[in-house]
């Protein structure tokens, strides 16, 4: 069985940094695509950024490219988020998600068979 566990999120004034972190258990995390959703009060669950299984090609949501880098270390067998400049809008529940048939990534919920619990980012103004 495959788990994914988050760590990383809490409360950052707007203009600070935070990084997350996704350790997976079970599977073989080197050969998954992997990705991060957030999802704010009130909305649907978007694509963050994604990764390939190498590292080798990553994908952001616009509004992110330049603040947010998407990483991976497949020998800890852990993704990383690392979100610099953070905004309120920022503010969402951040998720992780293994996509075992992926060979680069997909910004595609449904794509993912494996999900983490989730981690709370809070970004005050």
Do not use: H
Request: net charge negative; glycine share 12%.
């Amino acid at each position: 069985q495959v788990q994914l566990v988050e760590s990383g999120g809490g409360l950052v004034q707007a203009g600070g940094s935070l990084r997350l972190s996704c350790e997976v258990f079970g599977g073989t995390f080197s050969y998954y695509a992997m990705g991060w959703f957030r999802q704010a009060p009130g909305k649907e669950r978007e694509f963050v950024a994604a990764i390939s299984w190498n590292g080798g090609v990553t994908g952001y949501l616009d509004s992110v490219k330049g603040r947010f880098i998407i990483s991976r270390d497949n020998a800890q067998n852990t993704l990383y988020l690392q979100m610099n400049s953070l905004k309120p809008e920022d503010t969402a529940i951040y998720y992780c998600a293994a996509d075992k048939y992926g060979v680069e990534y997909s910004d595609q919920a449904d794509q993912y068979e494996y999900w983490g619990q989730g981690t709370q980012v809070t970004v005050s103004s």
